[in-house]
């Protein structure tokens, strides 16, 4: 991870390559998995998800603690605007993201990055 000397210079600030790693949903956009990495990337079901539905699925991460903020974002796979995704439960070795599909009826297999944020106790 850069320094904040070097964030300063305009290197980014994150996680070194190869560091990451990759999960594919199985069977559903509800289907969890497992990939204990600080960052990488999750590819979803391409299984359709109605406009104005929302999918959740637990994704298992041995680098989460109670204490951290994952962030998640859509890569690829969507039309612009038409999936939000969105972390919304933090647990001690585990997070849950939310798809919310703001278009209609759509049916992608999307790419969302996530990276995690450590925290500290208040």
Do not use: C, W
């Not at 939000?84 to 070795?93: D, E, I, K, L, P």
Request: hydrophobic content about 45%; charged content about 10%; overall charge negative.
């Amino acid at each position: 991870m850069a320094s904040i000397f070097e964030a300063v210079a305009g290197k980014a600030i994150g996680y070194p390559e190869g560091t990451g790693g990759a999960v594919v949903q199985e069977t559903s956009k509800a289907t969890g998995g497992t990939l204990n990495k600080p960052a990488g990337e999750i590819t979803t079901h391409d299984a359709s998800l109605a406009g104005g539905a929302e999918a959740s699925f637990v994704v298992t991460n041995s680098f989460v603690g109670l204490n951290d903020v994952p962030v998640v974002a859509v890569r690829s796979g969507a039309t612009t605007g038409t999936y939000v995704a969105s972390v919304s439960a933090v647990a001690a070795g585990s997070f849950t993201v939310t798809l919310s599909n703001l278009g209609t009826t759509a049916g992608e297999a999307l790419v969302l990055n996530y990276a995690i944020i450590k925290g500290a106790e208040a």
